[in-house]
């Protein structure tokens, strides 16, 4: 059998230097600096922020660096080490949504969405991008870019946002109006947040309800694995990952056509609801009783108990207990593969393993339909978990997957 990748994250004077060197490469000048953004892993709550539900996100130690300079006209260049070779080139001004292709419409259109949003003083960029954050995995990959670049324009145009919580947002704001509106990959939120506003050693309970102040939206929450003695493992399928195909949007369509149904802005209005009854199984299926099919149902059914897990997940591992933590997460997986239905064969065959061979829980993170699991293991057991998960792979004859370790990790920021 072949031995499981570990994808280690590249030090912070690694990325610099790396980012750097691409961009004098590239454009033949020095960069005005060198920014990083994080991926995430989301712990629980999937499919809930775009319901206005809540999510627990924490950041990678896997970081996007970029290497920037401001221009005096509208032009931005930008090129990645995945093709140093090739710098993709676009105008902002006249420009349209949708109207950049291919991965550089993700900082192309943080810029366009500044701009879009009143901020005339962001013009072009020169950029040259660095990234240990595996693509296509689950762990977002396009946030990290969205919000390296959000942090840098901000940053060499004067804005003032990024150096608080509050004015972050903005800078989030811009980030998500790229990903939705220029590259079009739906997004809700929490990758978002998650890159800018997580911290080390702490997930974000990111509640996503409409109105919340930045200070109401999150607050930090513990996420110590070693006073557990345990390990976060993530398992990186490389199952086709995408969620530009119509499958979230139509997912999204059919919660938002449901919330209407039940005369509701949003699931969120309908998850508190069925939590504040006196017997909220009861509750919970007098409002699936109220829509008319089953497809509705099984969605509706996996945001409010989704929802409801994510404070019980927080409770639980506050209070050191891990096998409940654990069924919280194997639940979380079962109603996104049996109820929304978003999971593929090798991320069931990727939980089904861990499980059987000594996980307290686990389950699939992100978009689904592809990507990456997560698995509470007790500390040290990472890499053979892993390994067995790619023995499993091997004789399915699915790709070989890759792995890492996750640990809470600080959020964007300048790093030189």
């Known amino acids: 059998m072949t031995a499981v990748e570990f994808i280690e994250p590249i030090a912070p004077a690694d990325g610099v230097a790396r980012a750097k060197a691409l ?7 020095e960069p005005h600096g060198v920014w990083a953004a994080p991926g995430r892993v989301n712990l629980i709550g999937e499919h809930t922020d775009y319901n206005a539900g809540l999510c627990l996100p924490i950041a990678l130690p896997h970081r996007t660096y970029i290497a920037l300079a401001p221009r005096e006209d509208t032009t931005v ?13 676009a105008d902002l001004d006249g420009l349209q949504a949708r109207g950049v292709d291919g991965w550089s419409a993700y900082p192309t259109g943080v810029a366009w969405a500044l701009r879009e949003a009143g901020y005339d003083t962001v013009k072009g960029f020169d950029a040259a991008f660095v990234s240990c954050v595996p693509l296509g995995s689950g762990l977002s990959s396009s946030a990290a870019m969205t919000c390296s670049t959000a942090l840098a324009l901000d ?26 509106d220029m590259a079009g990959a739906s997004t809700g939120g929490l990758d978002q947040n998650a890159s800018m506003r997580c911290s080390a050693g702490h997930a974000i309970r990111l509640d996503c309800r409409p109105g919340l102040s930045a200070v109401d939206s999150v607050s930090p929450q513990e996420f110590d694995l070693d006073k557990y003695g345990l390990e976060l493992l ?6 086709p990952h995408q969620l530009n195909d119509g499958q979230y949007a139509k997912r999204r369509a059919t919660c938002e056509a449901a919330a209407a149904t039940l005369g509701v802005d949003n699931l969120r209005v309908i998850a508190d609801q069925v939590a504040a009854a006196d017997d909220p199984a009861a509750a919970l299926a007098d409002v699936l009783a109220r829509l008319d099919d089953e497809t509705s149902v099984r969605r509706v059914r996996h945001v409010i108990t989704e929802i409801e897990r994510v ?5 639980a591992f506050a209070d050191g207990d ?31 393993t861990a499980r059987a ?20 293991v007790d500390k040290g057991r990472g890499r053979e978990v892993a390994q067995l998960i790619a023995d499993e792979f091997e004789r399915r004859g699915f790709h070989a997957p890759r792995a890492l370790a996750a640990v809470a990790a600080p959020s964007a920021s300048r790093e030189a």
């Not at 940053?155 to 509050?166: E, F, I, Q, R, S």
């Not at 004015?167 to 980030?175: D, E, H, P, W």
């Not at 404070?311 to 409770?315: H, Q």
């Not at 933590?325 to 939980?351: C, K």
């Open 23 to 29: 961009f004098a490469a590239t454009y033949g000048t």
């Open 77 to 89: 260049r930008v090129v990645s080490d995945i093709a140093p070779d090739r710098i993709a080139q």
């Open 155 to 180: 940053d060499v145009y004067g804005l003032g946002y990024g150096a608080t919580d509050a004015g972050r947002v903005t800078l989030i704001n811009a980030a998500i109006t790229s990903e939705n």
């Open 234 to 239: 993530v398992v990186d399928t490389q199952a």
């Open 311 to 315: 404070d019980r997940f927080v409770a």
């Open 322 to 352: 891990i096998a409940t933590a654990g069924d919280l997460f194997n639940a979380s997986h079962d109603s996104l593969r049996d109820d929304y239905e978003v999971t593929v064969p090798e991320l069931d065959v990727a939980v089904d």
């Open 357 to 376: 061979n000594g996980a307290y829980g686990a389950r699939m993170t992100g978009g689904g339909f592809g990507g990456s699991i997560i698995a509470l």
